[in-house]
């Protein structure tokens, strides 16, 4: 007999395409099987009549180093205690100080943990130009060794490519990066925003697999540089596979921006948030709200969810295993209250914007044990 049966909801399943009632058995941790409302038999069952079983959420873009980092909040807070039961620190930690953050982050969070190691040997620990000293700012070998040591938690490489960053590094870190994130087979997520250098020449260095974040920022530049139309070099690095999340950060998302967007065919593969202190308490507030502002953009609401699940696993290299509701992957589930009310949602240039459906979680599972908000304890 299965461990746990989850019954009364309604399985939102994004890598299917499919919302529709059932019941979700788990044993030893990972989806045993689904089946029709009433089916399945556990010692434990939990009822999530009203709700939308969703695979765990994945936040591709936090910052969950406090402490080390003046933008650091813990990984539980911006995690599991919102729902989400993987989050991806973009950044935060370099190889200088990975032995700690294993240690104090990926060690002591509950929620699953995941990282986009900086190409600055630095970080963040030592301010927000990290990449403003050249060559001496990289520690080449021991991010190689660390890469082939550490690959069950960093996922890729990350680099900021703007100016505040870069000093007069120009191209060089993003070079770098994407010469040994290809040794490793892994990806890079590159953070844009202000110019320079000019988006166009970042996303000429990307290729398929490779992450643009803040992609949808309302600052000088960005995805229409001057003009009307998306730039050439958008539509180049989308037929190569470069791929663009939210990244909604304190300013790196707008919703006209994203509006343009979308109507001109392009659209956002991720949700990352960038949660971090100074946007916890707005304009980010949670995955959820972020993917709430993309329902209110009128992106249907499987492919939303897909920006929390399925795509994000898949960018991790952990698709099947995280982001899925298929039979043998491991059971983080997160349950979802859809709302059919008016709610307003605000940007990060502080734009309001007025939708009709949001999410809240009321609770989540982690390798099919209860560990998120709200969640009722399982009947016998």
């Known amino acids: ?61 936090t910052h969950v180093y406090p402490g080390r980092t003046g933008l650091g909040v ?7 205690e919102q729902g989400v039961t993987t989050v991806a620190d973009a950044g935060s930690c370099g190889s200088d100080d990975w032995a700690d ?14 990282s986009w190691l900086n190409i600055s040997r630095h970080g963040l620990v030592q301010g927000h130009s990290e990449l403003a000293g050249g060559p001496r700012d990289i520690d080449l070998d021991t991010a190689d060794a660390l890469l082939r040591r550490e690959g069950a938690v960093v996922r890729g490489l990350k680099v900021r490519m703007s100016r505040s960053v870069l ?41 398929a697999g490779d992450v643009v974040t803040h992609a949808f920022h309302g600052k000088p530049g960005g995805l229409f540089g001057d003009g009307f139309e998306p730039l050439p070099a958008v539509w180049d690095a989308l037929e190569r596979g470069v791929l663009l999340d939210v990244g909604h950060g304190s300013s790196s998302f707008a919703f006209r921006t994203a ?5 001109a065919g392009v659209r956002p593969h991720t949700a990352g948030t960038d949660l971090h202190r100074r946007n916890a308490d707005g304009p980010v507030h949670s995955l959820t709200d972020t993917l709430g502002k993309l329902l209110a953009l009128g992106m249907p609401l499987l492919e939303v969810l897909a920006c929390a699940t399925s795509r994000p696993a898949r960018v991790l290299q952990e698709d099947g295993r ?39 979680v009321r609770g989540a599972l982690l390798a ?4 998120g908000p709200g969640l009722p304890e399982p009947a016998v």
């Open 368 to 371: 099919g044990r209860p560990g």
């Open 167 to 207: 000093g007069d590094s120009g191209l060089a870190p993003l070079r770098t990066a994407t010469r040994l994130a290809a040794r490793h087979g892994l990806p890079v997520m590159v953070h844009v925003g202000n110019e320079p250098p000019a988006l166009a020449d970042v996303l000429g260095l990307l290729g």
């Open 74 to 80: 813990p990984a539980d807070s911006v995690g599991v």
């Open 259 to 263: 509006e343009r967007a979308l109507a």
């Open 1 to 61: 007999m299965d461990e746990l049966v989850l019954t009364g909801g309604r399985l939102a399943d994004p890598e299917r395409g499919t919302i529709e009632p059932g019941d979700l058995a788990v044993r030893d941790g990972r989806i045993a099987r689904t089946g029709p409302p009433g089916t399945l038999r556990g010692r434990e069952t939990l009822d999530a009549t009203g709700l939308l079983v969703t695979p765990g959420l994945i936040d591709l873009h």
């Open 101 to 114: 953050f294993r240690r104090t982050v990926v060690g002591a969070a509950r929620t699953r943990v995941r």
């Open 322 to 360: 995280l982001g899925s509701l298929r039979p043998g992957a491991v059971a983080d589930l997160t349950l979802l209250h859809l709302s059919e009310e008016p709610v307003t949602f605000t940007d990060a240039t502080g734009e309001r914007r007025r939708g009709g459906r949001s999410l809240t």
